[in-house]
């Protein structure tokens, strides 16, 4: 049921001055300049504080998100479901990076190096209080592959050590260890995974199983960017832990920071890579790489640091002359998404991916092509990321069609175990949008493929 927005709150209660920073945003733009009309908000969020099965409750109310899909600047006149690739960022994160670019271009070697890179540590205090860890343990990178290299090539391993990761993870990481193989000697051992799986128990077992002697690391993606899979980080960790004198285990969060409600720290992992441009909508090229306290001293930075930052975080930071715009503007998408907050945006998320896949696993049943989830729909093992495969359909021909046809970007997942096409809506998703493209898929379901 849709309740009547002046009964509602955008936002809720977060702990945060939310009212204020709505108000600081009206008053610093515009509203067609911020895309906000803030009255609203400040009167939403106010009525909204306290109301029991909140998050639950909107993940449906189109009236709501209208209001947060105002942030955005999409082009309606495609329909973008592969923000699972690189997010859009809010307008307010557009400017502030223009903004701080501008400045720097004033006068760069004065105010990029003695006023932006000093204001980083304010955007780095903020992302380790938000996810439960300590300033000190946080570095802010450019992407996930650039935090995940920094472990994967940072430890020093011999001649015969053996890694292990699963056939579903990155590509680039994969070829990491690959290019490892061939300069340093080591061993790559891939497990499967079923697909999809929910039986954490069994996801265990098979990395518990490929240990041996020799294993000296382990990588897994806390989600699987082809399926959307969530894995049991935690109970991999204490498995490795008891292993070989406590195997260390780096994590890919790429697809998991801020797209579902969690805290590193709850993970107990010594290290984890995330690219900030995908779901947390910061802007493109900004990442983070969590190294726990005692483990920054014996993992060496890609780009080579002076030994006095041998325990220093921002030793993986020396990446030469860079702009800071890029990371203050991280602050923005931040203060978004926890105006938004962590468990509303996670249910429309999760409700915007249940209501395509289930309604082509529904409709499709009796057509020619039917639809084969390789996704999980029991929300402890996803969230916003489906994978969904149909029999008789190549899936590169037919995210061709779609988009050929309707304007509709997906794309193809080919797989040495499986294919599907990956479908990865937004907060700026429309249930109208979501709608024509289960038509224009229903169509190649029934019809088949042109020509």
Known sequence: MTIPLDRRAFLGAIGLPGA????????????????????????ALREMSGTPGEASDLASDESFWALAQQAYTPDRSMINLNNGGVSPSTRVVQEAMKRHLDLS????????????????????????????????EIALTRNSSESLQICQLGFDLKPGDEVITTTQDYPRMLSTFRQRERRDGIKLSLIKIPIPCEDDAEVVSRFEA?????????????????????????????MARAKNGGIPVVVDGAHALAQFRFQISDLECDYYGVSLHKWLAAPHGTGLLYVRKDKIKGLWPMMAARSEQDEDIRKFEEIGTHPAANWLAIAEALTFHQLLGDER????????????ARALLDAGK?????????????????????????????????????????????????????????VTPSLYTTREELDRFIEAVLGFMRNGLPG
């Open 105 to 136: 271009n004033t006068a760069p070697s004065y105010y990029m190096w003695r006023i932006q890179e000093p204001q980083r540590e304010t955007v780095r205090q903020r992302l380790a209080r938000h996810w439960g860890v300590s300033t000190e």
């Open 366 to 422: 009796d057509a020619r092509h039917p639809a084969k989830l390789h996704t999980s729909l029991d929300p402890r093992f996803s969230c916003a990321i489906g994978t969904v495969q149909f029999e008789g359909l190549d899936s590169t021909k037919l995210c061709e069609a779609l988009w050929d046809r309707h304007k509709i970007h997906v794309i193809a997942i080919k797989h040495e175990e499986f294919e599907g096409v990956r």
């Open 345 to 356: 945006k996670e249910a429309r998320l999760r409700f915007l991916r249940n209501y395509w």
């Open 20 to 43: 204020g920073v709505l108000l600081a945003l009206a008053a610093s733009r515009s509203r067609a300049e911020a895309g906000f009309d803030a009255d609203r908000f400040e009167s």
């Open 210 to 238: 490929a240990v041996t002697p020799r294993t000296r690391m382990i990588l897994m993606s806390h989600v699987i960017n082809i399926t959307g899979q969530i894995l049991p980080v935690r109970r991999v960790v204490a």
